[in-house]
């Protein structure tokens, strides 16, 4: 097994890729790629940590999601146990979404936006801590108000003093918000989304290639020409072409500086 491209956030534990994990796993290993599966709540990081023991080329994170379990309380002692494992290798996705419970088309009911924000900004501080401690990295999900960047802002300012490193992943942030998570000496990573949209280009054309990661953030998003398809990890080969097309740089060069970015953040052999 040889692993030349690292996909930094996947959800190769979801059930969705239970019926065909032996494919989607050689897939992955024909492309040469490695993951890191990612913990959305207390099941969901069992799940990773599961996968990552069994598989020398997948890695863990453990944490819970702003909105994805609206419903479970932090269990601190739990992730405070959980964390010793050797591959689990950041806290996360944790963070603030303030896309959902400002939307009306949302299909949970979110209830008072400020007891939500409340609720939202006590779970994240929980993981910062739990990061601080263990010096291991945020996985930072974060996703602001249409039109605003106030999910990023909020994020920024818990961020500020603290003893924590780590990466914004799925990044939608403009050039101003990139550079203050720079100025903390966070990364930031980008999907499939470069392969249909230019929205992002001035943003992956200013920060530093060394300061970014590719994810596929699979099953969801795949990018051309899988598109509307289930994503799975092999195909961050497509993101990797893209940050590479839009910056203007030989592919073989980002690839390389990428790999070394995860090495250097989640400590990837
Ligand atoms: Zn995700």
Known sequence: MSTTYFDIHSHLNDPRFDPDMDEVLLRMREAEVATIAV???KEMSERAIALAEKHPDVWATIGQHPTDTHDEIFDGTWYREKVKQEKVVAIGECGLDYYWPTNPDSRKDFGDVDIEKRRQHELFAEQIALAEETGLPLMI???PTPKTMDAYEDILEMLRGRGVKGNVHFFVGDTTIAKQFLDLGFTMSFTGVLTFTHDYDE????????????????????PVPHRGKRNEPGFVIEVIKAIAQI???DEEKVREVLAGNAHQLFGLK
């Open 203 to 222: 943003t992956v054309r200013y920060i530093p290639l060394d300061m970014m990661h590719a994810e596929t953030d699979a099953p969801y998003v795949a």
């Open 141 to 143: 999900h974060g996703r």
């Open 39 to 41: 913990g959305t709540d």
């Open 247 to 249: 910056r203007g740089e």
